[in-house]
């Protein structure tokens, strides 16, 4: 079969991998799946002997076409659309993907603004260890707040590169994402990234930012709490807090946080 390396297409071919993965998802009868990259049909296979009914996407049409023809199973619909098309209205229990690097940022922002209650993913390790970066340090980006804040995340297997064919250049790991708050809109995410523009400077420095070029109201800021501390060593929780009262303060957004 063809595979496309401009898709960033690896396989997982170690059946024993392959069925730890199974195990620990821990899917049952009652679970509707939702997959995101069908592949060969290996994993979907598995899939649909243990859940109730598989949503699967395969945005390449010679995977598409080889899984239509293969793959026969009654609860398996099979769809060769992008599953993270923001008009899909598909309700699900557990999203299920094994993601290559260029895509793993639009999967879990996408996962952020959805109703759902598990999620089992295979990451690139170096993108897991950016989900879970601590304030302070390097990897602390706006992927990290967005992820911590409206996730909790664990950590489940280690999966080497050897699983998977051709072998990628770094290793993977399979994670579990539990909701642990309401959905995030989309203005709330923009908002995030916008203002992480700002990680290595100290809130009072953003705050008086916005005065020289927005109406506002800042009279209140607390600077003796907020003042001195770089937006980078702030908590998740106090990143959005921060950003919260930003909105709250500027009168005139124009393209502020929607950049």
Request: aromatic fraction near 12%; include cysteine; charge should be positive.
């Amino acid at each position: 079969m063809k595979k496309l390396t401009k898709l960033g297409q690896n396989f997982l071919v170690d059946h024993a991998i392959i069925r730890r993965i199974i195990q620990e998802s821990r899917i049952n009868r009652n679970d509707v799946v939702y997959e995101v990259g069908t592949g060969k049909g290996i994993l979907t296979t598995e899939l649909c002997k243990i859940s109730r009914f598989v949503h699967s996407f395969e945005l390449d049409f010679i995977l598409y076409s080889h899984c239509k023809r293969n793959l026969k199973h009654e609860n398996l619909e099979l769809l060769q659309v992008n599953g993270f098309n923001e008009n899909l209205n598909i309700p699900f229990d557990i999203f299920f993907s094994s993601l290559p690097y260029y895509e793993s940022r639009n999967a879990v922002t996408w996962l952020c603004q959805r109703n759902f209650r598990r999620g089992i993913i295979l990451l690139q390790r170096e993108f897991v260890e950016k989900l879970l970066s601590n304030p302070g340090e390097t990897n602390y980006r706006a992927i990290s707040i967005l992820s911590q804040y409206r996730f909790s995340i664990k950590k489940l297997l280690d999966v080497p590169r050897t699983s998977f064919s051709p072998s990628p250049n770094v290793d993977s790991v399979l994670i579990e994402i539990y909701p642990r708050i309401s959905p995030l809109t989309n203005k709330v995410i923009k908002d995030i990234q916008f203002l992480l523009s700002f990680r290595k400077k100290t809130t009072s420095f953003i705050v008086n930012y916005f005065k020289k070029n927005y109406t506002h109201d800042f009279d209140n800021f607390d600077h003796n709490g907020f003042g001195k501390i770089k937006l980078a060593n702030l908590s998740p929780e106090d990143i959005v807090r921060f950003s919260t009262y930003l909105n709250n303060s500027t009168f005139n957004n124009k393209q502020i946080m929607t950049n």
